[in-house]
């Protein structure tokens, strides 16, 4: 699916995600040089899905982790099965004066345990998380590295190692490469400035709210059987609307749902009652509601104004 | 090949756009990859490669545009265009390959041998404006210029008619040649100069006093100032919650683990939260320091969009809460604003303490910073140096930034000195970086 840009763009399209030259370069570029991409933009315009497209049309296994506050390495990258490792000692407990039984001194005993070191830090009491297992998959996989912008400045160093050399360094196990370097798309709403270290290990990518023609597109593939005449004028609708002074503007995930909506109402055209009584699909704050409300009408017509020249 | 990526590099550097090394590493990887065939593609991918921010992507489309514009020469508008598909010769180095390629109407090989004269005379060290005559002159001089002229001379002194056709057409040709001398030296000084000499000039500005800028330079100064509570919002605006790894809470574990005959399998770690900073903000916008009180409020601005629990105060002698204000205005609208308001008023420091005290003081406790702006000249009234004991007292840090020089603090009507064993810190404050420090200090007690 790497071999060209156009044939991205189709093996996208062809799991419903709508590329543009940018996304599909970018892609293109990260595949050949080995590079992680960094997503950024508002939030719902598609970051997350162009990670789980490309997963899905190119048929790798997708690995995500969801970055918080306070995510650390145990938690993203492996950790130790504490609680078993202590349920073995348990239990072995009984076996323990049977390998030390004819032990006669504190020396011997000791390098008679000295043996069974490895036992309790090995594979059996591992617990492989999010970037471990990306790094093992054989035929390579799509990690997912979602909303890196909530993690805490300590977590991107940690990611530092991962992103360049694609191995991590498990102290008691050793170090662990990936046989194939997997495609890391790391995303960013922008809570906070990332830091340089990582940007520069990082291709860039950003993605925007689209034109009208392409969320056409898809809110077409999103929601197939929806009438022309309505595409239009839902999608001229949300565009007049970003342009308004609002808290959060519509994305195109809340295009989307809108679409849904207005196909469950049956509805073939828009008019301002059904704009009122659905606006909480697109507006999520009551004073955004509250000060379109009365602009409806203007900007109903501003829409289809754009329908006419498009 | 290879140089054209790296001087284009060298020119989104000079225009603030950073790239390290092995971003340049990288770029030459995906020229040499995506190849400079495709235009647009080159394009879209080095910006990814480069550009890492949207602004870093709108000035990368900028000097991408200028850098690989050059290829576009306009041809002459002469009626004999029999031979201009002539390949050039490349380089172009004598005066005599000049007269030819005028001759033969090679736009191509002038275009090259402009930009191999631009490269031996380094066109592109350019950082101001005023360099533009003499590099086009010396440019269009390595080119050959001089024989051209010459040759012009020549034949207008032989005074023939057809000598004389001759001598006019070279004259147009020369005068074509100086206009794409200069056009090309104008591209190299937006692709390279211009904004170092931008700045230049901010670097200079940042470490001027605030009271000696002219009108002229508040635009500029303006944006200074965004940029600064930019850097300052990026590196303090989210407060984390910070646990202390490693440390097991004993006390906790145990009582965890009891039902596992104190066998810890569940652990309990410490953890400790950071505070949130609170701050209380106060404004002085007198007419005493009329000329910062811009930038105080500027600065007070960029707090507000830094720090989420503020609230905001500005007054001449009555004590004005302006947090609303601030919160529902642009910085442009606001100031003026508060300034027609509030400002230019006699100062009474006395006043605006009692206004605070009536204002404010339930909401004031040992997490708040009150942050004072302003120079202490309360016009010989009561400074209520009581309240200020007792507010110091009550909270975490009281900050005072003073714009004026300490060699005037408590002289004439300036209270400043009996404020000062009552604030925590209390610093000059008179130029941009002054401030952009100040406010990175009081920042930074609650990180």
Known sequence: MFDSIDQITDGLASVGYISTREISTALYIARHLEKPVLIEGPAGVGKTDLAQSTAKSTNLPLVRLQCYEGLDESKALYEWKYGKQLLYTQILKEKLHDILGDAGTLDQSFSKLHKFDDLFFSEDFLEPRALLRALRHDSGAVLLIDEIDKSDEEFEAFLLEILSEFQVTIPEIGTVKATVPPLVMLTSNNTREISDALKRRCLHLHISFPEEMREREIVAARVPGIGDALLRQLVGFVHALRDEDLKKLPSISETVDWARVLMLMHADHLDSDLIRSTLNVLLKFETDIQSVENKIETMKRKASGQKVTS | MDKTITSFIRALRAADVPVSIGESVDALKTAAFVGYGDRQMLKDSLATVVAKSVEEKDTFDQIFEIYFARDEMPPP??????ESDQPGEGEG??????????????????????????????????????????????????????????????????????????????????????????????????????????????????RARLSDLDRHDMIRMRRLIRRMAKRLAAKHSRRKKAYNQGKLDIRKTMRANAAYDGVPFETVWRRQRRERAKVIAICDVSGSVAAFAQFLLMLLYSLTEVIPDIRSFAFSNRLVEI?????????????????????????????????????????????????????????????????????????????????????????????????????????????????????????????
């Not at chain 2, 508008?77 to 029999?82: G, I, L, Y």
């Not at chain 2, 005023?130 to 005074?159: A, K, V």
């Not at chain 2, 005072?400 to 009507?413: I, V």
């Open chain 2, 77 to 82: 508008p002469s009626d004999q265009q029999s």
């Open chain 2, 93 to 206: 180095e004598a005066g005599a390959d000049l007269l030819e390629m005028i001759e033969s109407d090679d736009t191509l090989g002038m275009a090259m041998a402009m930009e191999s004269a631009a490269q031996r005379i380094n066109v592109q060290q350019i950082r101001f404006s005023t360099q533009r005559g003499i590099l086009t002159r010396r440019m269009l001089e390595e080119m050959g210029l001089r024989d051209l002229e010459q040759r012009i001379f020549d034949l207008r002194r032989e005074g023939t008619e057809e000598a004389d056709a001759q001598a006019e057409a070279l004259d147009a040709a020369r005068g074509r040649l100086l206009s794409q001398g200069r056009d090309f030296v104008d591209r190299q000084f937006r692709a390279h100069g211009e904004a170092a000499t931008e700045r230049f000039m901010e670097d200079y500005l940042s």
């Open chain 2, 323 to 447: 947090s609303d204000d601030m919160d529902a205005l642009q910085v442009d609208e606001v100031i003026p604003k508060i300034l027609k308001d509030i400002g230019f008023g006699s100062t009474d420091y006395g006043r605006a303490f009692a206004d605070l005290e009536e204002q404010a003081w339930d909401d004031v406790d040992r997490r708040t910073t009150v942050i004072m702006l302003g120079d202490g000249r309360s016009n010989y009234g009561d400074p209520r140096i009581d309240l200020v004991k007792e507010l110091s007292g009550r909270i975490k840090r009281f900050v005072w930034l003073n714009p004026e020089a300490e060699t005037l603090w408590g002289t004439g009507d300036s209270e400043i000195l009996r404020y000062r064993p009552f604030t925590h810190v209390l610093r000059r404050c008179n130029t941009v970086r002054d401030l952009e420090m100040a406010v990175d200090d009081i920042l930074r007690s609650y990180a």
